[in-house]
């Protein structure tokens, strides 16, 4: 046959799912039972691409095992855990659909969703996201933080942020290669997101609980979160630190005229030390704040101007569409 050749040639999915996965082995098999029923509705071909962000539980073993029965999925094994973003970013680099889909493992974002974000695509939007409308099985601090979050950063910084938005979206093809451009390393996707434009649209879902394994999520890591999210998108701060010294130098300014009309009016018996005591703990707190501040920047200067690439790989195997070979390096045709 003349066509071999053709026939051989990836086939491009309508479709890529990307999945970042890090220690997920109790829920990966059910999270792809729910992926696979809802994908079999679909009317395009569809690649499910798992990452494995450097699990330390059996998530590889798993992942293998599924893609033994499913020849749709593709597995991107990195070579240490880098973080949801970076994995997530590994997943679009190796995506080949016309559309992605950006979904967590742990069955808190509903696979049946897909199926309106796919709809949606066709009205025109390039990205689709959901939007959650009650956050189940999580505390009332943390819902009240997170509503701070949004809030803070969309006062702070000129992208607007949807609020209640996570990763979980669909992304055209344009959106997915425009995100790409952005290589920086510290990633605030939330923010990269919105910051590449295009037509966007929400849609409203109920987050459900975590189905199995443990959120990596804590205080720590969600105030870092606000850092990366204002430090990656306003040099805000850096304002308020420049105006924080000036109004400072400003209220030094009066005060010291103030001391000096009072010594030459009425003499000064030294005492003075519980002032003297306030001014300089003042002016040390303000200093240290402010070099707090532009450290932030600097470091985050650091790491971009290193250069270095996002992540490595240590494998990747592709899927197999339309049940023939998508050109297999890692697997070498098992016919
Ligand atoms: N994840 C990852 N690398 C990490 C941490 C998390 O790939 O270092 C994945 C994780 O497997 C899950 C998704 O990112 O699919 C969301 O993680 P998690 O549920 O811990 O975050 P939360 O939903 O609590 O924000
Ligand atoms: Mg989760």
New binding site residues.
């Given amino acids: 046959m003349a066509s071999t050749d053709a026939e051989r040639a990836p086939a491009v999915p309508g479709l890529s799912i990307v999945?970042?996965?890090?220690?997920?082995q109790e829920v990966l098999p059910e999270f792809h039972r729910r992926l696979t029923a809802v994908l079999a509705e679909l009317p395009m071909e569809s690649e499910v691409i798992y990452?494995n962000?450097?699990s330390s539980d059996a998530t590889l073993a798993v992942i293998r095992q599924l893609r033994e029965k499913d020849p749709r999925i593709a597995l991107i094994d990195l070579s240490r855990?880098?973080?949801?973003e970076i994995?997530?970013t590994a997943g679009l680099d190796y995506s080949k659909g016309d559309a992605v889909i950006l979904i967590?493992?742990?069955l808190?974002d509903p696979p049946e969703l897909i199926p309106r974000l796919v709809e949606e695509r066709k009205n025109g939007y390039d990205v689709v996201y959901a939007t959650r409308m009650s956050r189940e099985g999580e505390s009332r601090l943390k819902k009240a933080t997170a509503y701070a979050f949004y809030r803070v950063i969309n006062q702070l910084t000129r992208v607007k942020i949807p609020q209640d938005t996570?990763d979980f979206r669909l992304l055209s093809r344009r959106a997915v290669n425009s995100l790409l451009k952005l290589r920086e390393q510290h990633r605030f996707m939330k923010g990269l997101f919105t910051w590449i434009g295009y037509a966007q649209k929400g849609i409203p879902y109920r987050r459900d609980p975590?189905y199995a394994g443990?959120?990596?999520?804590n205080y720590w890591r969600l105030w870092n979160f606000a850092l990366e999210g204002v430090t990656s998108f306003t040099i805000g701060p850096l304002k308020v630190a420049t105006y924080l010294g000036l109004a400072t130098a400003i209220a030094a300014f009066i005060y010291a005229g103030i001391i000096i009309a009072k010594t030459l009016l009425h003499g000064e018996p030294v005492a003075g030390y519980p002032s003297l005591m306030v001014v300089i703990l003042f002016l040390g707190g303000v200093q240290l704040i402010t070099v707090g501040i532009m450290g932030e920047y600097i470091g985050r200067m650091f790491d971009e101007s290193k250069q270095r690439p996002l992540y490595f790989v240590n494998t990747y195997e592709p899927a197999v569409t339309h049940g023939r070979s998508a050109a297999s390096p890692a697997k070498a045709d098992a016919a």
């Fill in positions: 999945v970042p996965a890090y220690n997920e990452i962000d450097g855990n880098f973080g949801k994995a997530v967590d493992a742990d808190q996570g975590r443990e959120t990596k999520w």
